[in-house]
């Protein structure tokens, strides 16, 4: 089966750095995506990672540990428009599956 | 290139009716994806088609769900009898070849079962 951990909800200030953290246990895992979704709309690719580390894309950045069952997305330079909920997205051996999500909201 | 559709975007239907939603694919994704929202919960995974053929079902919650991919092209979800559970946003997602490559997902469609 599927477990996926992450927060519900965060605040952050523009210009500031935020990481969200998302803890799995999965069956067969084939690496671990990251998904942006803002109100309403339907969710956007923002990284894919498969081996440990760090992949850095601009100004958000996607950690994996696959020994400990965990990731994070960085995001740094924080804007308003980052304002939106972040899904952490297991894949196992063909389907991806999705954590509730972390509401991320950016203030003044 | 276009993106993934879906239609309608909204649905009202009374319990006991039948809906069916669409989905058109990015073409030459063989992949499709079929995912539900509930309100306040996670995305849930349903089915997954490779071109035509029904390659996981295990997300199905039951037997008023049926699922098709006529010619592996677009894909229809149909539920019949709603009940008032069944409303969510109905997610189709899509993605190339047969590896870990990321889904791309339509906008969605609103149901609401009153």
């Known amino acids: 089966g599927q477990n996926i951990d992450q927060p519900t909800e965060m605040t952050a200030t523009e210009g500031a750095i935020v990481q969200i953290n998302c803890t799995y246990q999965?069956?067969?895992?084939?690496?671990l995506f990251w998904y942006q979704q803002h109100a309403g709309e339907a969710p956007t690719f923002l990284s894919y990672n498969v081996l440990d580390g760090l992949e850095e894309k601009g100004r958000f950045s996607s950690f994996l540990s696959r020994s400990k069952g965990y990731s994070y997305l960085l995001l740094k330079e924080l804007q308003m428009k980052d304002s939106a909920s972040y899904l952490c997205?297991?894949?196992?051996?063909?389907?991806?599956?999705f954590g509730t999500g972390t509401k991320l909201q950016v203030i003044p | 290139e276009a993106g993934v559709t879906q239609f309608p975007s909204h649905s009202v239907i009374e319990k006991g009716q039948t809906v069916t939603l669409r989905c058109d694919p990015i073409s030459g994704h063989d992949n499709l994806y079929w995912y539900r929202r509930v309100m306040g919960k996670e995305i849930k995974f349903l089915l997954h088609f490779v071109k035509e053929s029904k390659q996981d079902e295990s997300g199905m919650p039951n037997n008023r769900f049926l699922a098709e991919r006529t010619g592996g092209t677009y894909s229809t979800l149909k539920v019949q009898p709603a009940e008032l559970e069944d409303s969510g946003v109905y997610f189709c997602?899509?993605?190339?070849?047969?590896?870990?490559?990321?889904?791309?997902f339509g906008q969605g469609t609103r149901l609401t079962v009153v």
């Open positions: 999965t069956s067969g895992f084939n690496g």
């Open positions: 997205a297991p894949r196992g051996y063909q389907k991806v599956t």
């Open positions: 997602a899509s993605s190339q070849g047969s590896g870990p490559t990321e889904a791309f």
